[in-house]
C-alpha cells in the first residue's frame, strides 16, 4: 500500500496513528486483520441469536431446540434458522403450527403428562 492508501484507511484513527505513516500503516493493517475475522465472527453470532430465539420459542410450548430440529427435518421441513427466529417472534400461531408437526413427528417431543392426583393430593 502506497501512503495515500494506508492514510485513507486510517482516517478517524487517534493520535500519530492517523497522520505518522510507520504507525498508520501498522494500526491499518491490525484494522484489515480485525474486519477480516470479525466478518466471519458475525455469521457466526448471527446464528447462535436465531438458535437461542428459536429456543426460547419452542420451550414455551414445552418443546427444546434440538428435538424442534429433529422433527422438522424428519417431517422434510427445510425452513433455515433465520426465517424460523423471525417466525418465532412476529408469528406465533405459525410458529405454533410448526412446533405441533415437530411434535407429532418426533416422539421425543411428547409433552410430560403430570401424574393425575387423587384423594388428599388433589388439596396439596
Not at 484489515?32 to 446464528?47: A, H, I, P, V
Request: aromatic letters at 8%.
Amino acid at each position: 500500500m502506497n501512503k495515500k492508501e494506508v492514510f485513507k484507511l486510517a482516517k478517524g484513527f487517534r493520535g500519530r496513528a492517523k497522520n505518522c505513516i510507520r504507525i498508520a500503516r501498522e494500526r491499518v493493517e491490525k484494522a484489515l486483520q480485525y474486519s477480516y475475522r470479525d466478518r466471519r465472527n458475525k455469521k457466526r453470532d448471527m446464528r447462535s441469536l436465531w438458535i437461542q430465539r428459536i429456543n426460547a420459542g419452542t420451550r414455551q410450548h414445552g418443546v427444546n431446540y434440538g428435538n424442534f430440529m429433529h422433527g422438522l427435518v424428519k417431517e422434510n421441513i427445510q425452513l433455515n434458522r433465520k426465517v424460523l427466529s423471525e417466525i418465532s417472534m412476529h408469528e406465533p400461531y405459525s410458529f405454533k403450527a410448526l412446533v405441533d408437526i415437530s411434535r407429532n413427528a418426533f416422539p421425543g417431543n411428547k409433552p410430560a403428562i403430570s401424574p393425575k392426583k387423587e384423594g388428599l393430593a388433589i388439596l396439596i
